[in-house]
């Protein structure tokens, strides 16, 4: 019933003290506290008899109940430094703080923040300890030395011979075998540093035209070959003119035609060629494949990537309505030739003239209408325009 009446007193203090503070806010904390202790003072003596009672302070502090190391066992190469890493449990614990002891100081030393350096041969316990006397235990063991180091056995390259141009840059890709070995770095050489450059990382850089060998090498002395060519650039041909097989051509509404185009010298090295109308008379795609659209004139520009160009006018006419010849029934000689001469109606055209005779052994005809007799009999050559308008040649061998 005293501790009981002790904390209501207590209560009643912090309480008045409130009070004073709201409702005087210029009132500093020290004199809020003092007239709170006179009042809780007072209402202590009204309530109990003087010296009737004792106050007991409160304890707050939390005790560490556990150190935990994260490895209870370890082993040790002699030279080789730990750091003991431990926890206190629970870990809001008041004192933290740890120490550390060892019981065989020859075979290993720890320091006062728990670092362990291995010296000999053996084996010890090292206690870590917290200020309230938990412990926790790390059984230590030390062997004599570090195992050998693990030998370069094989070097492989991904390439053992490259070709490369004068200027390339190639990076060498090298496996190290066995895969644990100890000590994997690699040097680079090559024999001869005028065709080619190696870096200290692999990095290879044609110079010149020529053979040289790059070898890779491990500390060891295993060692792998590459065997290099470099060649020289190719000297690039530039585009000097653009060829057309004819610069004017008059063609029927509709008709397709392609235009035969080339660049000069046949060696260089960019042939690629654009195709411009002047006008919407004519089409021409990517290829150069004109279509004719409506009748008038057009120009087309043909032009290579380094601006060389040629200019082919076309002549756009109507369709053709019918198509006649300069001879409908001729007699020849066997060997002798004749040229077939298409007549179209005015203002009409096609550029594409198909012939085509039906006996080849009595005579044959070329692709511009030339006829050649070539034994006795007699043959029909059949004359026919773009939009398949026909006329025809009776021809008699004697």
């Given at each position: 019933?005293?501790?009981?009446?002790?904390?209501?007193?207590?209560?009643?203090?912090?309480?008045?003290?409130?009070?004073?503070?709201?409702?005087?806010?210029?009132?500093?904390?020290?004199?809020?506290?003092?007239?709170?202790?006179?009042?809780?003072?007072?209402?202590?003596?009204?309530?109990?008899?003087?010296?009737?009672?004792?106050?007991?302070?409160?304890?707050?502090?939390?005790?560490?109940?556990?150190?935990?190391?994260?490895?209870?066992?370890?082993?040790?190469?002699?030279?080789?430094?730990?750091?003991?890493?431990?926890?206190?449990?629970?870990?809001?614990?008041?004192?933290?703080?740890?120490?550390?002891?060892?019981?065989?100081?020859?075979?290993?030393?720890?320091?006062?923040?728990?670092?362990?350096?291995a010296k000999k041969p053996g084996s010890t316990r090292i206690t870590v300890s917290s200020a309230n006397g938990k412990i926790a235990t790390l059984q230590l063991i030390v062997n004599a030395g570090a195992r050998p180091p693990v030998e370069v056995a094989e070097i492989r390259l991904s390439e053992t011979v490259k070709t490369l141009k004068v200027g390339e840059i190639y990076r060498l890709e090298a496996e190290i075998l066995p895969l644990n070995a100890s000590n994997k770095s690699l040097s680079y050489t090559s024999s001869d540093n005028t065709v080619a450059e190696v870096s200290d990382i692999g990095e290879v850089i044609a110079k010149k035209a020529g053979k040289t060998w790059i070898t890779v090498s491990s500390v060891s002395g295993k060692a792998a070959n590459l065997q290099l060519t470099v060649e020289a650039l190719e000297k690039r041909i530039e585009v000097q003119k653009v060829l057309v097989s004819t610069k004017e051509m008059t063609v029927g509404v509709g008709e397709k035609v392609q235009i035969e185009a080339a660049v000069y010298p046949s060696g260089a090295k960019d042939i690629r060629l654009t195709y411009q109308p002047s006008n919407k008379k004519v089409k021409v795609n990517a290829q150069g494949m004109l279509t004719a659209q409506k009748t008038g004139i057009c120009r087309v520009a043909i032009r290579s990537f380094n601006g060389k160009k040629v200019a082919v006018k076309v002549t756009v006419k109507k369709k053709p309505g019918k198509i006649s010849l300069n001879a409908n029934d001729i007699t020849l000689q066997a060997g002798k030739k004749f040229q077939i001469i298409p007549q179209l109606s005015k203002h009409t055209a096609s550029y594409q003239m198909t012939y085509v005779s039906n006996k080849k052994s009595v005579a044959v005809v070329s692709k511009t209408g030339k006829v050649t007799a070539k034994k006795k009999g007699d043959a029909v050559i059949t004359v026919k325009t773009y939009n398949g308008k026909k006329a025809v040649l009776k021809i008699h061998v004697k």
């Open positions: 019933m005293r501790k009981k009446g002790l904390r209501n007193v207590l209560r009643n203090g912090v309480a008045v003290a409130m009070s004073v503070l709201w409702l005087l806010p210029s009132i500093s904390l020290q004199a809020a506290w003092n007239v709170a202790g006179k009042g809780a003072e007072n209402f202590a003596v009204a309530s109990f008899p003087e010296n009737d009672w004792k106050a007991e302070p409160w304890n707050f502090d939390i005790d560490v109940i556990e150190v935990k190391l994260s490895e209870t066992v370890k082993a040790l190469k002699v030279g080789e430094l730990y750091q003991i890493e431990a926890e206190v449990l629970p870990s809001d614990a008041t004192n933290q703080s740890l120490s550390y002891g060892i019981a065989n100081d020859t075979v290993a030393e720890v320091s006062d923040t728990g670092e362990v350096t």
